[in-house]
């Protein structure tokens, strides 16, 4: 098929997504702020005293998915739990056993992580990021070493799946977790 024909096929037809309607972007909005406010407040004024670290990026892409489409297979708890704890797991691995490698160490994590979230059918894909983040994540990060997976993978997101149960149970229009296994 030549570029004409994908565009003439295309032509008429209406591309854009969804809009999505005023009272799910405040759900979305509130959960995502309470979501990461709380795993931020535990960070600043729990973790940090204790040498650990609780707030990580790939916890911004969960907060997509567990605020703002929350009736996503990838958002459910299974995928959530499991996706950063395992993705966790494999990039200190990774990290520890290819040392002075980080570009391998790096590509090797995420395609591991994601190849265990399938096998686990626990596809979470902020657990990509999870997993890269133990590689080339800082110093206090590489610190927690084999702690990385339960602090603060497996705790933060356990407080975001806290946030995520009431917010959207809360919200009328939705119902959280569609599974739980």
């Given at each position: 098929?030549?570029?004409?024909?994908?565009?003439?096929?295309?032509?008429?037809r209406s591309v854009?997504?969804?809009?999505?309607?005023?009272?799910?972007?405040?759900?979305?909005?509130?959960?995502?702020?309470?979501?990461?406010?709380?795993?931020?407040?535990?960070?600043?004024?729990?973790?940090?005293?204790?040498?650990?670290?609780?707030?990580?990026?790939?916890?911004?892409?969960?907060?997509?998915?567990?605020?703002?489409a929350p009736g996503?297979?990838?958002?459910?708890?299974?995928?959530?739990?499991?996706?950063?704890?395992?993705?966790?797991?494999?990039?200190?691995?990774?990290?520890?056993?290819?040392?002075?490698?980080?570009?391998?160490?790096?590509?090797?994590?995420?395609?591991?992580?994601?190849?265990?979230?399938?096998?686990?059918?626990?596809?979470?894909?902020?657990?990509?990021?999870?997993?890269?983040?133990?590689?080339?994540?800082?110093?206090?990060?590489?610190a927690l070493g084999?702690?990385?997976?339960?602090?603060?993978?497996?705790?933060?997101?356990?407080?975001?799946?806290?946030?995520?149960?009431?917010?959207?149970?809360?919200?009328?229009?939705?119902?959280?977790?569609?599974?739980?296994?």
């Open positions: 098929m030549t570029l004409k024909e994908y565009f003439a096929k295309w032509k008429g854009s997504p969804p809009t999505v309607i005023p009272s799910e972007m405040f759900w979305s909005f509130l959960g995502s702020m309470l979501g990461i406010g709380a795993v931020a407040w535990a960070h600043w004024h729990l973790a940090l005293g204790a040498g650990l670290v609780l707030l990580i990026g790939s916890f911004g892409a969960t907060a997509v998915l567990l605020y703002g996503s297979p990838l958002a459910q708890p299974r995928n959530l739990l499991g996706g950063h704890f395992l993705s966790a797991w494999v990039g200190v691995a990774c990290f520890k056993f290819l040392p002075g490698q980080p570009e391998l160490a790096a590509a090797l994590a995420v395609s591991l992580a994601i190849t265990l979230m399938h096998l686990t059918k626990t596809l979470h894909p902020p657990g990509g990021a999870t997993a890269l983040i133990a590689v080339l994540g800082p110093a206090p990060i590489h084999w702690w990385y997976p339960w602090v603060p993978a497996l705790s933060g997101a356990s407080v975001m799946l806290l946030v995520a149960l009431v917010v959207n149970n809360f919200a009328p229009r939705r119902r959280y977790p569609e599974f739980w296994l």
